[in-house]
């Protein structure tokens, strides 16, 4: 009777950790990112700002959401430029918490900052927490606006800037609800420059990574 027992315990045991190792299977099979190797035409931004070939086997997923805002952010930030001209500067703001994306100054003029966010059903549209602080804090003394952007393909197009306010910023900050869904779909989008020139930008300043390369590794995330 032990012997029987003992066997029909093992048995048993057997059978779930075969159960256990289809499961893992299973698991590793849904979890296994995928991943794109730079077949050596492309470019990339060193530490030190210089561009050199990108080396990199990249991440599908993280990859391409890196090159969307490099591409929304950087798309503002050249329209600026050349609306200011010899006027003022536009600069990148870092990494500071709650700092929106990109600053702008212009003779005699208050400065302006912009944070850039995708027109999307998610709380990610919204300013964070520590956003709409920053924003209260200085908004006496700067101008702070928010852009949204729709990318289709890689193709961008932007709003109009919305000024914000006291009385409007909340509106435009987390957390999300129906009301400011409906809200952000209807604001509209329109593109800045020819794709033809945007494509420019991608390649020579903004990514280092051809539309068409950003592409083919936006494919292989389905």
């Given amino acids: 009777m032990i012997m029987v027992a003992s066997k029909a315990k ?12 289809k499961l893992n299977r299973k698991r590793s099979k ?15 931004h060193r530490k030190d700002g210089k561009m050199v070939k990108c080396p990199k086997t990249h991440d599908v997923s993280s990859f391409y ?20 001209g ?16 990109i600053g702008a100054y212009k003779k005699n003029k208050k ?3 912009y944070e850039i966010k995708p027109k999307i059903a998610k709380p990610r549209a ?18 702070t ?30 957390p999300l609800n129906q009301k400011k869904v409906e809200e952000i779909q209807k604001i509209s989008c329109t593109k800045l ?7 420019r930008y991608c390649k020579k300043e903004l990514t280092g990574h051809s539309v068409k390369i950003i592409r083919k590794i936006g494919k292989l995330r389905r």
């Fill in 111 to 113: 400065l302006e900052f």
């Fill in 65 to 84: 959401a890196a090159q969307k805002i490099a591409m929304s952010e950087g798309l503002w930030r050249k329209k600026l430029e050349n609306t200011i």
């Fill in 126 to 143: 919204l300013l964070k927490m520590e956003q709409k602080k920053w924003a209260l804090k200085w908004m006496k003394i700067i101008t």
């Fill in 193 to 199: 420059f020819s794709d033809k020139r945007a494509e």
């Fill in 30 to 44: 849904k979890t296994k990112r995928r991943s794109y190797k730079c077949p050596g035409t492309e470019m990339t």
């Fill in 10 to 21: 093992r048995s048993a045991a057997a059978k779930k950790a075969a159960r256990t190792r």
């Fill in 145 to 174: 606006k928010l852009v949204y952007y729709d990318e289709k393909n890689f193709v961008f197009s932007h709003s109009k800037p919305i000024l914000l306010t006291k009385k409007n910023i909340e509106q435009h900050s987390q």
């Fill in 86 to 101: 010899r006027n003022g500067f536009v600069f990148r703001t870092g990494t500071a918490m709650g700092v929106f994306d």
